[in-house]
């Protein structure tokens, strides 16, 4: 059932880290925030030999594939049928790449071939895998929500996203009363958040303007449209109808289904799972 109640302090309840843009991650306890995103987060992708970013919404099984994070920056990615491989941080002195992440060209430096077929042999289709070496000034954020200056790394648009547990509990129950309950009810993975609070009113979220986690201030940008990806399950690759359906039902904006909130982080600092949340400001003060 959707969750009504308000805790006397709302928490940050998780914090998710995905070091390959489409790939599974991890859910650390802390996590460093820098100016274009949570340390490490995605700052590797994969494209097609034109240089177009290739993520779950073309090849649903790089759900079922993961990446760990390692300590130098580099990442050992695993998957069904295939040996664990690590892959070193390439030398950007050797050149880069163009690629292009939804219409933003973005140059970045491939990895080495060993990577490229690792990956291309999972998919049965030919990719390679680039690192993205200076988020500083590689890629903007969408000028018409940034300020002068702001970047993110490989991530769809924006350096996190932030849901809430009541939000999605609200969410399953609109699923548990319609046409594919039996999809329901769905783990907030299927969303790729950054962090996760808890403790909120059910979609709150839409009135925020400004937030803190601990320490650290975001300000929110626009709300995250939803694809194809949500109703892809993260740990087997089959899709579904849900929650697409329902969303489209009951939290659409313009063309636009909506889950969670994009941020862009105001300060640097560390997150530490259950830290304080707090509302800024709500956009009716802006």
């Given at each position: 059932?959707?969750?009504?109640?308000?805790?006397?302090?709302?928490?940050?309840?998780?914090?998710?880290?995905?070091?390959?843009?489409?790939?599974a991650g991890s859910?650390?306890?802390?996590?460093?925030?820098?100016?274009?995103?949570?340390?490490?987060?995605?700052?590797?992708?994969?494209?097609?030999?034109?240089?177009?970013?290739?993520?779950?919404?073309?090849?649903?099984?790089?759900?079922?594939?993961?990446?760990?994070?390692?300590?130098?920056?580099?990442?050992?990615?695993?998957?069904?049928?295939?040996?664990?491989?690590?892959?070193?941080?390439?030398?950007?002195?050797?050149?880069?790449?163009?690629?292009?992440?939804?219409?933003?060209?973005?140059?970045?430096?491939?990895?080495?071939?060993?990577?490229?077929?690792?990956?291309?042999?999972?998919?049965?289709?030919?990719?390679r895998l680039v690192?993205?070496?200076?988020?500083?000034?590689?890629?903007?954020?969408?000028?018409?929500?940034?300020?002068?200056?702001?970047?993110?790394?490989?991530?769809?648009?924006?350096?996190?996203?932030?849901?809430?547990?009541?939000?999605?509990?609200?969410?399953?129950?609109?699923?548990?009363?319609?046409?594919?309950?039996?999809?329901?009810?769905?783990?907030?993975?299927?969303?790729?958040?950054?962090?996760?609070?808890?403790?909120?009113?059910?979609?709150?979220?839409?009135?925020?303007?400004?937030?803190?986690?601990?320490?650290?201030?975001?300000?929110?940008?626009?709300?995250?449209?939803?694809?194809?990806?949500?109703?892809?399950?993260?740990?087997?690759?089959?899709?579904?109808?849900?929650?697409?359906?329902?969303?489209?039902?009951?939290?659409?904006?313009?063309?636009?289904?909506?889950?969670?909130?994009?941020?862009?982080?105001?300060?640097?600092?560390?997150?530490?799972?259950?830290?304080?949340?707090?509302v800024l400001a709500?956009?009716?003060?802006?």
């Amino acid at each position: 059932m959707p969750s009504d109640e308000v805790t006397s302090q709302p928490a940050l309840s998780s914090l998710h880290l995905y070091p390959v843009k489409a790939l599974a991650g991890s859910a650390p306890a802390s996590a460093v925030v820098e100016p274009w995103g949570l340390a490490g987060d995605r700052r590797w992708m994969l494209a097609d030999r034109e240089g177009k970013a290739v993520t779950q919404r073309q090849y649903a099984a790089l759900a079922a594939a993961s990446a760990a994070l390692l300590p130098d920056g580099g990442v050992r990615v695993s998957a069904p049928g295939r040996d664990p491989l690590t892959v070193a941080v390439p030398d950007p002195s050797a050149g880069t790449v163009a690629v292009d992440v939804f219409g933003t060209k973005v140059d970045a430096v491939p990895a080495a071939p060993d990577a490229d077929a690792w990956f291309s042999a999972y998919l049965g289709a030919d990719v390679r895998l680039v690192h993205m070496d200076d988020p500083a000034r590689r890629r903007p954020v969408d000028p018409a929500y940034a300020r002068e200056g702001e970047t993110v790394s490989f991530a769809d648009g924006f350096p996190l996203l932030v849901t809430t547990t009541a939000s999605l509990d609200a969410l399953n129950a609109l699923i548990a009363a319609g046409d594919h309950a039996d999809e329901g009810p769905l783990p907030m993975e299927r969303f790729r958040p950054s962090v996760v609070v808890d403790g909120t009113e059910a979609w709150e979220e839409d009135r925020w303007a400004r937030i803190a986690i601990g320490d650290v201030s975001f300000r929110v940008a626009k709300p995250c449209g939803r694809c194809v990806v949500t109703t892809t399950d993260q740990r087997t690759g089959v899709r579904g109808k849900e929650p697409l359906r329902t969303l489209s039902r009951h939290r659409r904006l313009g063309s636009k289904v909506i889950f969670g909130q994009n941020l862009v982080p105001e300060t640097t600092g560390t997150l530490r799972v259950g830290d304080p949340f707090r509302v800024l400001a709500t956009r009716d003060d802006v």
